[in-house]
């Protein structure tokens, strides 16, 4: 079956780095993704990873994929208030690439 | 990018009438879209997978007479709650995915999502 489970809340400081995680059950994910949503707004990617990789980096932005225990993470650098805001990361499955999502990790930036 | 357009942002409507929200790719044609509803401080929960020119797919639990779901065309798909209550008050969000069926290298996009609330 799918879970994909992640930390509810995360608090970091402006200028440091935030790291949220991700678990998920399901081995035969092809796709695992990180979206951003805005309160009151829809979701935004960020970044994706085909399981057969182990990191993929895009600017301020680090995943880190151990398929092994099926572990996801977000690093994001130099974090911004504009980064608060909830992170959900998903898995992608089966033919339709249907996908699951986390229950999400509310990240506060302290200026 | 790829760009998916969702209709109305926002709307209130009265307990016993019918509500239909609309999700447009934009500059893509998405074979196969998807409805999602979010409770309040909780996760997407998927509600059905819309597939263009047949049924839609429905999750379990999710009552396909209440929330009809059609895909047109490669660009539309529309989701209609009829005879809303309170409880369907929620936040419904789609998204759809750029190509065909084995399109494993096409990340899903998101529209803004819907807020209904039923009086």
């Known amino acids: 079956g799918e879970d994909v489970e992640q930390s509810l809340f995360l608090s970091v400081r402006e200028g440091d780095s935030s790291v949220i995680n991700c678990t998920y059950t399901d081995s035969s994910s092809t796709y695992l993704y990180w979206y951003k949503q805005e309160p009151g707004a829809g979701l935004q990617l960020l970044t994706y990873i085909f399981s057969n990789m182990d990191m993929k980096q895009d600017q301020r932005l680090t995943v880190l994929l151990n398929k092994k225990d099926k572990h996801l993470s977000l690093r994001i650098a130099d974090t911004q208030t504009g980064d608060s805001a909830i992170y959900f990361c998903?898995?992608?499955?089966?033919?339709?690439?249907?996908?699951?999502f986390g229950t999400g990790t509310k990240l506060q930036v302290i200026p | 990018g790829a760009v998916v357009s969702q209709h109305p942002s926002w709307v209130i409507c009265k307990s016993g009438t019918s509500v239909k929200i609309e999700c447009r790719s934009l500059?893509?044609?998405?074979?196969?879209m998807f409805w999602y509803r979010q409770f309040p401080k909780q996760s997407l929960m998927l509600m059905a997978t819309s597939n263009e020119g047949s049924k839609a797919t429905y999750e379990q639990g999710v009552e396909k007479d209440k929330f009809l779901i059609n895909h047109a065309s490669l660009t539309l798909s529309t989701l209609t709650v009829t005879s809303a209550h309170p409880e369907d008050s929620s936040f419904y969000i789609c998204?759809?995915?750029?190509?065909?069926?084995?399109?494993?290298?096409?990340?899903?996009?998101f529209g803004n999502g819907t807020r209904l609330t039923v009086t």
């Open positions: 998204s759809a995915r750029e190509g065909r069926l084995s399109s494993y290298n096409s990340p899903l996009h």
């Open positions: 998903a898995e992608g499955t089966g033919g339709y690439q249907k996908v699951t």
């Open positions: 500059d893509f044609q998405a074979t196969t």
